[in-house]
């Protein structure tokens, strides 16, 4: 049955609307620090300091450059100073109704907001913390800097464990910096949280433990929800390799991947066998996370490996069924392996979706995994009906 050329170009058109329709039924982007562009007189963006305590609240400090006529009028009129930092604030407001005891000074030409917000900072493991105020993940929240640079002051002694997307972290400090601002980075994303501890080998460990009690529950259930796809196209590709025999599908396709194989192992002086199959998947997985790594970067890098390293290791599943031999293992790991991925991108996120839906973006993976999976374990058996074959 023929497609016509409009129907194709009306469901790309549909496609692409829908598509538009949820971004912009998005809300607009919390600003960080919205009192620093939004205050009357002001002349440039102004920064936004936030210092945590160590009980994982904090005070901010805004800071903003305003004109000669401003100052003169904040100065002599502090009821008007405290109106204009009150109409500074935008609907859209990262603290909301979280700030608490706003203080407006003016020093010189610069207008200084200090205001607390309370539990900024879960403390985790000893003295491990996660600063989770920013994190927005599982929501359809984004963030915006609405200044010219915003910094994360962790309490004396702590250093930060990770550096969150678009910022750097040093000296026990996170900073963003506008992308329009020399040496730019962009506005913190939704997902982003900083562990921090002391400033020692135990204390990055238990920042690193604190990451995980704040945030494991979240991704085990993501993890497991969106692995749901993936698992089982693996899990079905595994079924399919166990119960087929040598010879009934893919020869064609078998014969010429066992030949290379005993060609490249002679080459190298060894002999094929199943330790030699598990080593080639091994590297096969890591030669697929390099190239990713090379053409994208670590989120390629990380499919390409886990979903390679399922592939590959159907290789020794049909070597060792076709022996006789335990191949559990193999086909357990195979399964498993793509859990990785799912669980390094999680929690999800998609458009409002559940991350069952997120786990449909992985099917594409699964299913090529699971179609070249199910060709290794071909070759596998094909090699050791080979061996078997070979006189003593």
């Known amino acids: 049955m023929r497609t016509s050329l409009p129907a194709l170009v009306g469901c790309s058109l549909l496609v692409v609307l829908a598509t538009a329709a949820l971004?912009?039924?998005?809300?607009?982007?919390?600003?960080?620090?919205?009192?620093?562009?939004?205050?009357?007189?002001?002349?440039?963006?102004?920064?936004?300091?936030?210092?945590?305590?160590?009980?994982?609240?904090?005070e901010w400090i805004a800071r903003v450059p305003v004109d000669g006529n401003a100052a003169d009028a904040y100065r002599s009129d502090p009821a008007a100073l405290d109106a204009a930092v009150e109409d500074g604030w935008r609907r859209y407001d990262t603290v909301g109704d979280d700030r608490d005891d706003v203080d407006a000074s003016i020093s010189e030409r610069t207008v200084v907001v200090r205001y607390a917000v309370d539990d900024v900072a879960t403390a985790g493991v000893g003295d491990g913390w996660v600063f989770d105020y920013l994190y927005a993940g599982g929501t359809n929240q984004r963030y915006e800097l609405a200044a010219d640079r915003v910094t994360i002051h962790l309490p004396d002694g702590y250093q930060a464990a990770n550096e969150p997307p678009n910022a750097v972290a040093e000296d026990g400090t996170v900073t963003w910096i506008a992308s329009d601002a020399r040496g730019g980075t962009g506005a913190p994303?939704?997902?982003?949280?900083?562990?921090?501890?002391?400033?020692?080998?135990?204390?990055?460990?238990?920042?690193?433990?604190?990451g995980s009690v704040v945030f494991g529950p979240l991704v085990l259930e993501h993890t497991v929800r969106a692995g749901?796809?993936?698992v089982a196209l693996l899990g079905i590709a595994t079924v399919a390799a166990s119960t087929a025999r040598t010879g009934r599908l893919l020869v064609p396709l078998g014969g010429p991947g066992r030949s290379a194989i005993e060609r490249g192992v002679d080459r190298l002086g060894g002999t094929v066998g199943r330790r030699t199959l598990v080593g080639i998947a091994a590297g096969t997985a890591g030669a697929l996370g390099?190239?990713?790594?090379?053409?994208?970067?670590?989120?390629?890098?990380?499919?390409?490996?886990?979903?390679?390293?399922?592939?590959a290791l159907f290789l020794p599943l049909?070597?060792?069924?076709?022996?006789?031999?335990?191949?559990?293992q193999f086909g357990a790991i195979?399964?498993?392996?793509?859990?990785?991925?799912?669980?390094a991108f999680s929690p999800y996120y998609v458009f409002g979706f559940d991350p069952l839906f997120a786990g449909v973006l992985f099917v594409p993976w699964g299913v090529g995994a699971g179609a070249v999976g199910y060709l290794c374990s071909?070759?596998?058996?094909?090699?050791?009906?080979?061996?078997r074959a070979e006189p003593n």
């Open 189 to 210: 994303v939704q997902k982003t949280y900083v562990t921090y501890g002391r400033s020692d080998v135990v204390g990055t460990l238990e920042s690193w433990g604190s």
């Open 378 to 387: 071909q070759i596998g058996r094909q090699t050791a009906v080979v061996r």
């Open 318 to 328: 049909g070597y060792a069924l076709e022996c006789g031999e335990s191949a559990w």
């Open 290 to 311: 390099g190239l990713g790594w090379l053409l994208s970067g670590p989120a390629l890098a990380l499919l390409a490996a886990s979903f390679g390293l399922a592939a």
């Open 228 to 230: 749901i796809a993936p």
């Open 23 to 58: 971004v912009g039924a998005a809300p607009p982007p919390l600003a960080v620090c919205s009192v620093c562009d939004g205050l009357d007189g002001a002349t440039d963006g102004g920064t936004l300091d936030i210092h945590v305590d160590e009980n994982g609240d904090s």
């Open 334 to 343: 195979a399964v498993i392996a793509p859990l990785v991925p799912v669980a």
